[in-house]
């Protein structure tokens, strides 16, 4: 009774802090941890002492899965080199500096258990990392990077902590730990780890070719983590880069091998999952502090020495990072043009990237594993503590005003806007092609009735792209209007549900339909919300072809505005204007009622045309159906 207890004031606290982090605009994990530390003096708090045994089965495989199946394949692989130096050479880098420093500053402390300690505080954590570098917008291909160095690196720490670990045993303190023997150990790991967990995805994506119940689904990836994890070390691999292994290719294959229902379930699940877990752990590890400062106060060091060492790991640990990404951007990687941008990453995204190395929740249970009656095992706990602290206060708290300082551009979403309108425009194009092959004989207008329901989704996609803040646009519009109709719907379906008329099952599918339309509805205007705040000039997808490449961009007249002049005669207020760059040609685009700019395209085979709305400058070819 009194763990449920302590379980239920757990989520309570988590649920409550990371709330009023949101009101206050503040890092959840920051307030958390603090919150932890304080309540780890507070009289009545029982003491908590986290067991490396329930992170690193309990907690690290289902953070790691939801981590994993989020995270892209394509831009993964893309990225490969810069994540496996971060992965395996920043780990291993890390972990020989930190035990020179332990090693020189703690008199009579053998090289194992001095590099054993530098395996700790080594890896980067996935949770804190990315939780700080989502919330404050960073490059995608920064973040990108970010994510897979911490879903691999803990595999290299971990290897690495244990042949330290063994190596306090069997009588080679004194001249360190095979480089040798540590290599073949993380090739094994590595190795069998990633067959594992390529076993376990084609076992899985097979179960899920044949399985349609989205309940069942969802239950079956609840298993996978653990699965993949328990049945990697069982061999003695690595439990981690099998559920990463696992996890990626399935969250690659997810839209081959499980329906749509079983998408939305399981991709739900995982983010309520791996909401209350991160955060969570936060709030555990602020709940050390009380116990681990107090067994420090009976160390043999004295307090200067023990504070000095603390500062010096922590102190190492940034310096060693900031070192080695600068190191490998310049003599290893020399990374080329961003696909996107067409420009070389500059300096300042390596230095961002060197600055969020926050520590988190392995670190401290990778500590736990040294066992008792380790020589200054307590020092060595202070240590972690001090480095997780650390770089979460210092690192997470500056890295939002470093990005704004050395103008790291976050994601723009005009781009994103912009992009998700050609993709569906291409995707369209496709299903069109596929509709001439089929064959039917439709006397009810179902054909008709499908292009335009896949012209309306178009359509609205194009007009995300409006930058006119003040004017109410035909989708919002509908959003209003449709909102305000739901919401009657709805009453009118829960008076038919209270009078005990219709079968429950029939109403709850009814109510279901409702909140699916609403949700999209929901999600389009955050979407449009968020567009309408930013006003950053619209560039390119990366894409091109012939015709983009011979029409260049022109600069529009903004003074008086352009216009489309048949939609003027017309009557109709709300358009978003296009440039043919062939005539100058100014037309509405195909989010506004008439479609005068295609039709433009259609009268004279003109190809390309620009947005002639200001601050944009992209141009779009109805040929090809790209943009650039």
């Excluded at 696909?339 to 969020?356: E, K, V």
């Excluded at 001439?436 to 178009?458: A, C, H, P, S, W």
Aim: aromatic fraction near 6%.
């Amino acid at each position: 009774m009194e763990v449920a207890v302590l379980l239920v004031v757990l989520a309570v606290s988590v649920l409550a802090f990371t709330a009023l982090a949101d009101r206050l605009d503040f890092p959840a994990p920051l307030l958390l941890i603090a919150a932890g530390v304080v309540g780890s003096y507070v009289p009545g708090v029982p003491e908590i002492h986290l067991e490396s045994e329930v992170v690193l089965l309990g907690l690290l495989p289902p953070l790691l899965y939801a981590a994993a199946i989020q995270t892209s394949l394509v831009d993964f692989n893309a990225n490969r080199r810069p994540i496996l130096l971060l992965s395996v050479g920043l780990v291993v880098f890390t972990t020989l500096g930190v035990g020179v420093i332990v090693h020189s500053m703690i008199p009579g402390i053998s090289w194992a258990i001095s590099i054993a300690i530098g395996a700790v505080v080594a890896p980067p954590d996935a949770v804190a990392a990315t939780a700080v570098a989502r919330r404050i917008g960073l490059p995608r291909r920064v973040v990108t990077i970010l994510e897979g160095e911490s879903l691999l690196n803990d595999a290299t720490a971990l290897v690495a902590l244990r042949t330290a670990l063994a190596a306090t045993g069997v009588g080679v303190d004194h001249q360190g730990v095979d480089a040798m023997h540590v290599g073949a150990d993380f090739l094994v790991a590595s190795l069998g780890g990633g067959l594992v967990g390529f076993v376990v995805f084609v076992i899985v994506a097979k179960l899920r070719k044949l399985i349609s119940d989205p309940v069942l689904d969802t239950a079956i990836s609840f298993v996978v983590p653990f699965g993949a994890y328990i049945a990697a070390e069982k061999i003695e691999a690595s439990g981690v880069i099998a559920v990463v292994v696992a996890g990626l290719l399935l969250g690659h294959k997810a839209p081959i091998v499980q329906t749509a229902q079983s998408r939305i379930a399981e991709r739900m699940n995982w983010r309520t999952i791996a909401f209350v877990l991160e955060n969570t752990v936060f709030l555990l590890i602020g709940l050390q502090a009380g116990w681990i400062i107090d067994d420090v106060s009976n160390s043999s060091l004295s307090t200067g020495r023990i504070v000095a060492v603390c500062a010096a790991v922590l102190l190492g640990c940034v310096v060693m990072r900031l070192v080695w990404v600068f190191f490998a951007r310049y003599l290893l990687v020399r990374p080329g043009r961003d696909p996107i941008t067409g420009m070389r990453p500059p300096w300042t995204f390596t230095f961002i990237l060197g600055w969020a190395g926050m520590r988190g929740v392995v670190t401290l249970a990778a500590a736990f594993v040294i066992e008792p009656g380790t020589e200054y095992r307590e020092v060595l706990l202070l240590i972690a503590f001090t480095v997780v602290a650390g770089t979460l206060f210092v690192q997470g708290l500056t890295l939002p005003v470093l990005a704004r300082r050395l103008r790291v551009p976050a994601p723009d979403p005009m781009e994103d806007a912009l992009a998700r309108a050609t993709l569906l425009q291409q995707a369209s194009k496709a299903g069109f092609k596929v509709l001439q092959d089929i064959e039917y004989d439709d006397t009810q207008g179902v054909v008709k009735l499908v292009k335009q329901r896949i012209e309306q989704r178009n359509f609205a996609a194009w007009e995300r792209l409006g930058t006119q803040a003040d004017v109410e646009t035909p989708s919002e519009l509908y959003a209003r209007v449709r909102l305000a109709m739901i919401e009657a719907e709805r009453r009118r379906v829960l008076e038919v549900r209270d009078a005990g008329q219709v079968a429950s099952d029939v109403v709850t599918e009814v109510l279901a339909m409702l909140d699916v339309e609403e949700s999209m509805i929901d999600v389009a205007q955050t979407s449009r919300e968020e567009l309408k705040t930013e006003y950053s000039r619209l560039r390119s997808t990366g894409a091109s072809c012939d015709h983009l490449d011979a029409r260049p961009v022109q600069e529009v007249d903004q003074d008086p505005g352009p216009v489309c002049q048949k939609c003027v005669e017309e009557g109709i207020t709300w358009v978003s204007l296009r440039l043919c760059l062939d005539c100058g040609h100014i037309g509405c685009c195909d989010s506004s009622v008439r479609r005068h700019a295609t039709a433009h395209f259609r009268e004279t085979t003109h190809p390309v045309i620009q947005s002639a709305e200001p601050l944009e400058d992209w141009r779009w070819c109805f040929v090809h159906h790209v943009t650039a």
